[in-house]
């Protein structure tokens, strides 16, 4: 009972999500090869209830799946594929926290339908690792120490990512603006910018 | 956030259909990025979403010496803000892009979008049921007002929140709009209305019409345009006031131009009296000063925007200055 009650406990929010969340991603996800499908349509104008097929690529694996149509991109990702790196804190496509790639460039994944990202290719922070080793820009982000409490990080490196892309040896004042869409409430911003100068040299 | 059905239509006219005759049974879905924050915050209802993005051709710039630019209504601010054309010949337009939203939103909005968004005042996107969405009163007539406009209000006082309509406007470019049974141009000037004309929309679109095309005309080879925004942080910030300037430079003085404002209005502002001021205008700190004073003398600020009087006077001195260094 005691060695029960320990177990209960030491599995986190987290796990428990994922372990939810990959319980339905088992029932309603197939995955497939991505072809140059047609773009989703609903049947009838006024059927309200139908659910609607989406394809796309997520770190690198073909999903698809039916979704209602005003699921947002980011619900997609973390309840859906229990993918819960990428963060939801404003909400409303103004703090950065919920940036992943859309075809390489970052986007706002809870401010566009997950419609939207229809035949493309989605990058969560999840999908930057290679199995067990971190990405250069996650390996900054901790030589740096380019966070405090880290909430935002997911979204500032997927932000970077995005930035490094277009700019693969960005200066301070592309690394400013290319990193504005990203609010850091504990203000780790000197040491976020000096972390994107660092991953640019690895 | 409500849900609805959503539709893909592989042309502009079934889109057109789709839209129907009533504003809010169906909207149209471009870049989504203020449609999304309209629907959270329950001002949008729609029963429909339009996507725009199956139309073919609408992502596409064309350049074409002697007639200009034209830009698809679904091009995505980004791209079109590092197109070599766009930052070489139409610099003012640039620099507006580059100054709009974070580079997120500028990866998802397009310029069809964002010349059609919805104005930004904190009633309209409050809980307050004001003019604008149908109610009684303006609360921003008597209440928080700073950065309301200076310029063009009444009985709404709303700004007109977009960068690139601005630098448009300077531009002198015109919207295509297609509807259910005709395809028309007007220039961006007939495009944006009043609240004296229409308190509830802020152009001139039908429910069922939508902005297929954006044209710029080709500028002569001695023009030089710029675009200033004063905003309150340095970056993803809405204008607080800005100007755009687009000035053909002669050898001794500017041989003629215009020049738009935003923040002001509750559409991109223009004033015939600068205009008419900067033909055969010598950039001298007297004439810039003699300029500045005849700026926004019409104007009517309310309570707590006043200042942007000052302000509008002080950028449009500025922006001349560095377009003639």
């Given at each position: 009972m005691a060695k029960n009650k320990k177990n209960s406990r030491s599995m986190s929010r987290r796990d428990f999500m994922k372990g939810f969340g990959s319980g339905v991603v088992g029932g309603s996800i197939m995955l497939q090869t991505l072809h140059a499908a047609p773009p989703p349509t609903?049947?009838?104008?006024?059927?309200?209830?139908?659910?609607?097929?989406?394809?796309?690529?997520?770190?690198?694996?073909?999903v698809q799946t039916k979704i209602t149509p005003h699921t947002t991109l980011i619900e997609l990702i973390r309840d859906k594929l229990a993918l819960t790196g990428t963060k939801v804190v404003c909400n409303h496509g103004e703090c950065g926290a919920c940036t992943v790639l859309l075809d390489g460039r970052a986007v706002y994944s809870c401010h566009m339908l997950a419609l939207d990202a229809h035949g493309k290719e989605v990058i969560t922070v999840?999908?930057?690792?290679?199995?067990?080793?971190?990405?250069?820009?996650?390996?900054?982000?901790?030589?740096?120490?380019?966070?405090?409490?880290?909430?935002?990080?997911?979204?500032?490196?997927?932000?970077?990512?995005?930035?490094?892309?277009?700019?693969?040896?960005?200066?301070?004042?592309?690394?400013?603006?290319?990193?504005?869409?990203?609010?850091?409430?504990?203000?780790?911003?000197?040491?976020?910018?000096?972390?994107?100068?660092?991953?640019?040299?690895k | 956030m409500k849900s609805f059905s959503y539709h893909q239509p592989k042309d502009i006219r079934e889109a057109s259909n789709l839209l129907g005759d009533n504003w809010q049974d169906a909207l149209l879905n471009a870049g989504g990025t203020d449609l999304l924050g309209l629907i959270k915050h329950d001002i949008e209802k729609p029963d429909h979403l339009v996507n725009l993005k199956a139309v073919k051709d609408l992502d596409k710039v064309r350049y074409q010496e002697g007639k200009g630019l034209s830009i698809g209504a679904l091009v995505k601010l980004n791209d079109l803000a590092a197109m070599?054309?766009?930052?070489?010949?139409?610099?003012?337009?640039?620099?507006?892009?580059?100054?709009?939203?974070?580079?997120?939103?500028?990866?998802?909005?397009?310029?069809?979008?964002?010349?059609?968004?919805?104005?930004?005042?904190?009633?309209?996107?409050?809980?307050?049921?004001?003019?604008?969405?149908?109610?009684?009163?303006c609360f921003a007539a008597d209440g928080e007002?700073?950065?309301?406009?200076?310029?063009?209000?009444?009985?709404?006082?709303?700004?007109?929140?977009?960068?690139?309509?601005?630098?448009?406007?300077?531009?002198?470019?015109?919207?295509?709009?297609?509807?259910?049974?005709r395809e028309y141009t007007v220039p961006l000037h007939d495009f944006f209305v009043l609240p004296e004309d229409d308190v509830m929309r802020e152009n001139i679109l039908q429910p069922h019409e939508i902005v297929t095309r954006i044209h710029v005309p080709d500028l002569p080879s001695n023009t030089r345009s710029g675009?200033?925004?004063?905003?309150?942080?340095?970056?993803?910030?809405?204008?607080?006031?800005?100007?755009?300037?687009?000035?053909?430079?002669g050898s001794e003085r500017i041989e003629g131009g215009t020049m738009a404002f935003g923040g002001v209005a509750p559409k991109p502002w223009m004033e015939k009296t600068i205009n008419d001021a900067l033909n055969r205008m010598e950039v001298t700190d007297t004439n810039l000063d003699s300029l500045a004073q005849i700026a926004f003398t019409d104007a009517l600020p309310l309570a707590q925007n006043?200042?942007?009087?000052?302000?509008?006077?002080?950028?449009?001195?500025?922006?001349i200055r560095t377009l003639n260094a």
């Open positions: 609903t049947g009838t104008f006024k059927d309200e209830s139908n659910r609607v097929e989406l394809t796309l690529k997520v770190n690198g694996k073909l999840e999908g930057l690792m290679q199995g067990e080793e971190l990405h250069p820009l996650q390996e900054a982000f901790i030589e740096k120490d380019g966070m405090q409490c880290g909430f935002c990080t997911p979204g500032q490196i997927m932000a970077a990512q995005g930035l490094l892309n277009e700019h693969p040896h960005p200066n301070r004042e592309q690394i400013l603006k290319g990193m504005s869409g990203n609010i850091c409430r504990c203000s780790a911003y000197p040491k976020i910018a000096d972390s994107v100068v660092a991953a640019a040299k | 070599d054309i766009v930052q070489n010949k139409y610099t003012v337009l640039a620099e507006a892009l580059q100054e709009t939203a974070s580079p997120q939103l500028r990866n998802m909005g397009t310029i069809g979008g964002n010349l059609c968004q919805r104005p930004r005042c904190w009633y309209f996107r409050g809980d307050f049921d004001c003019l604008r969405k149908g109610g009684e009163l007002n700073k950065y309301h406009c200076i310029s063009g209000g009444g009985p709404c006082f709303i700004v007109h929140p977009s960068d690139p309509a601005v630098a448009l406007l300077a531009l002198d470019a015109s919207v295509t709009i297609a509807g259910k049974d675009y200033i925004k004063f905003k309150e942080r340095d970056v993803w910030d809405f204008a607080v006031v800005s100007v755009a300037a687009v000035l053909r430079m006043g200042y942007k009087i000052p302000l509008v006077r002080n950028l449009i001195k500025r922006v």
